[in-house]
């Protein structure tokens, strides 16, 4: 009897001590704070960019160049930083690049006399520090984290990147207006000295480190420990392999197009688009905003379906959806918030980044171990076809005196994305 009461007690321990939440979501929650304040940094230049012209008199060309390298970096970090990540851990690179941008935030205050100190504190250091914590990152703590429900947890991880991307900015706005530029800039240093404490207490490495496997997982079924690999060498062969492989291009070419539909479009011609209809600079903030929290929902049931439906049948749907929109759109500004033009941020919004989490499982598909890293270069393509709408719309609304075209473009490049998805190859289940 004692015996079996014993082993009862042994079972009840074991139990109970057997975590109710599974670490690896205590990773997503952590790793989301990390995007969040990341992300606060890549949209707050379009708003300080008017108070730096007015009260330290920079040239915009200046100022453009230090957005155009931050830009750059943005996207050319992200790769080698996964390789990093796998070579020297998740939560020291993580938090490094959470320092500089602690640190970044700090310069720009304290030691930027002239644009070219702008330049370097943030085109270089911004530039190094946000790229290495994209949605890259993001795609490496979940394929080392889960088995299952992948998608799932690269939809909150997406989801959580874009939300700093737009959802803060109407603060950061009010905080423009009732202060100096200087107070943006710095709240974005706080929030980042937070995510970096954050960081260096709650993250782990590995399922292993805290003695359970990935969420999902079979005994036995982790992926290989890369750490003794040199990263750049790795990186750069992950790209050297994928560029031989049609399935690369195919979804190197649909996120080009994601990108100048998305990023290289809100963030550079949404808001003079609506300044031209006589929309205030607060209104068209605040239209980003929504479409900055319908993201949330947007790329978290994105990442729900991506577990559930043919990823690229997803792709094809969310494509045209958001050509639709963008289509409709010239005739829906108005000078104020009309119910019209939150509807279009609300659809817009949950449209936006929903096409990462399958895009993300078809590179799994196609890349296996190495998947973060030729994410990471399909990622590169994302911020070039940014750019090229970001050049190609200012140069449209000169010559045409109209963004319209602009909008009418996306959306045709919305259908050609539309028919790479539906032609992508299909993801094994």
Known sequence: MQVRISDARIHDTSARARPRIHPAWTMVAVAALALIAAGSFTTIAGLITEPLVTTREWSRGGIGVAV??????????????????????????????????????????????????????????????????TMVFGATVANRWFRRRIGL?????????????????????????????QR????????????????????????????????????????????AVNPFARTVGALTAALRDRRFWLLATMFALCGATTNGLMWSHFTPAAHDHGMAATAASSMLA???VA?????VTAGWLTDRVEPRYLLAVFFAARGVSLALLPALFSSGLSPDLVAFAVVFGILDVATVPPTLTLCRACFGDDSALVFGWISVFHQVGA????????????LDGSYTPVWLAAACACVLAAVLGAVAPRASR
């Open 68 to 133: 155009a390298v931050n830009m750059v970096l943005y996207g050319a970090v992200a790769p080698f930083s996964a390789a990093l990540m796998d070579r020297y851990g998740i939560r020291r690179v993580t938090a490094s690049a959470l320092a500089v941008l602690v640190a970044a935030s700090v310069l720009m205050v304290t030691a930027a006399p002239t644009v070219v100190w702008f330049a370097l504190w943030w085109g270089l250091a911004v530039g190094v520090g946000t790229g290495s914590i």
């Open 153 to 181: 947890a690269t939809g909150i991880l997406t989801a959580a990147g874009v939300f700093g991307q737009f959802a803060l900015l109407p603060v950061l706005s009010v905080l423009l207006a009732h202060q100096h530029w």
């Open 184 to 227: 943006p800039v710095l709240a974005c240093g706080a929030f980042a000295a937070l995510a970096l404490i954050v960081v260096l207490v709650f993250l782990r490495e590995r399922p292993e480190s805290v003695g359970v496997g990935r969420y999902g997982a079979a005994p036995g079924e982790d992926p290989d420990d890369t750490r």
């Open 290 to 292: 929504v479409i900055g």
């Open 295 to 299: 993201n949330i929902l947007g790329t």
């Open 387 to 398: 750019g090229a709408m970001a050049l190609a719309g200012g140069l449209i609304r000169e």
